[in-house]
C-alpha cells in the first residue's frame, strides 16, 4: 500500500484559499486519492475522490499531477467551520476498501 | 434518512472487562466496517462485515470480535480489555461490494471507549 506524507498542521484566514499537499510516491497504477475531512469528536466524511488531472465538487477541488507521485487538496475562501483534520488516502476505489488513514493534516482556521 | 448510527456514546469500562458497541448502517447500505481511533491518531482498520460474514481484518488481535446481523447492523465486541483500548470506536457503512459508485464509506460519529 502506497504511504502518503502530508504536513502536520497549517494555518490560514477566513476567506483565504488553503492548499494541503499529499506525497504518495509509491502511488500504484490502481491506486485513486481520496480526501477525508475529520472535525473532532465525529467520523470523518468524504470529501473528493481522483485518479489524474483535475477534480472539482461544490467542497473542493483536487489536483494531481501527470506522475500522480503527489496530490493538492484545495479549499476555496475557507470558513471557521472548515477548521479539521484533512486525511489524504491512497488505494483502491472501492467503497469497501479497506482505508489506510495516516495522522492528518490539521488546518486550523482564524478569524 | 439517518445516517450511521453508534451506541452508546461514552463507555467507561475496567481493564479485563468485556464491551459491546452497536452499530446500524446508512439505510440502503449492507456492508459495515469498524476502525479504531486514538487520540491524535488516524482511524485504523479493525475489520469488515458483508453479509454476515468477516470479509478483511486489521491487524488486531482475537480479542477484537464482530458480528453482522440479517438487518445489516453490527456489534463489536473486545475481551479482556486493555488500557490500551480507550479510543474512539467508528463505524463506517458502504454499498456492497459490487465496486459501483458511491465510491465513499460513511462514517458514524463513533463511540468513545475509557479502560480504567
Known amino acids: 500500500l502506497a504511504k502518503t506524507t502530508q504536513p502536520i498542521s497549517m494555518d490560514s484566514y477566513e476567506g483565504q484559499e488553503v492548499n494541503i499537499t499529499c506525497s504518495h510516491n509509491?502511488?500504484?497504477?490502481?491506486?485513486?486519492i481520496t480526501w477525508y475531512q475529520q472535525f473532532p469528536s465525529q467520523g470523518p466524511r468524504f470529501i473528493i475522490q481522483g485518479y489524474k488531472t483535475k477534480v472539482t465538487n461544490e467542497v473542493a477541488s483536487l489536483f494531481i499531477p501527470a506522475d500522480r507521485k503527489s496530490s493538492t487538496l484545495s479549499l476555496p475562501r475557507v470558513s471557521l467551520s472548515d477548521t479539521a483534520v484533512y486525511y489524504c488516502?491512497?488505494?483502491?476505489?472501492?467503497?469497501?476498501?479497506?482505508?489506510?488513514f495516516g495522522t492528518g493534516t490539521l488546518l486550523a482556521v482564524q478569524p | 434518512d439517518a445516517g450511521v448510527t453508534q451506541s452508546p456514546t461514552h463507555l467507561i469500562k475496567t481493564r479485563g472487562q468485556q464491551v459491546t458497541l452497536r452499530c446500524s448502517p446508512k439505510?440502503?447500505?449492507?456492508?459495515v466496517s469498524w476502525y479504531q481511533q486514538a487520540l491524535g491518531q488516524g482511524p485504523q482498520f479493525i475489520f469488515q462485515y458483508y453479509e454476515e460474514e468477516e470479509r478483511q481484518r486489521g491487524n488486531f488481535p482475537d480479542r477484537f470480535s464482530g458480528h453482522q446481523f440479517p438487518n445489516y447492523s453490527s456489534e463489536l465486541n473486545v475481551n479482556a480489555l486493555l488500557l490500551g483500548d480507550s479510543a474512539l470506536y467508528l463505524c463506517?457503512?458502504?454499498?456492497?461490494?459490487?465496486?459501483?459508485?458511491?465510491?465513499?464509506?460513511?462514517f458514524g460519529p463513533g463511540t468513545r471507549l475509557t479502560v480504567t
Open positions: 509509491n502511488i500504484a497504477t490502481n491506486d485513486y
Open positions: 463506517a457503512s458502504s454499498a456492497g461490494l459490487a465496486g459501483g459508485p458511491p465510491y465513499e464509506q460513511y
Open positions: 439505510s440502503g447500505h449492507d456492508t
Open positions: 488516502l491512497v488505494g483502491d476505489r472501492g467503497a469497501t476498501n479497506k482505508l489506510i
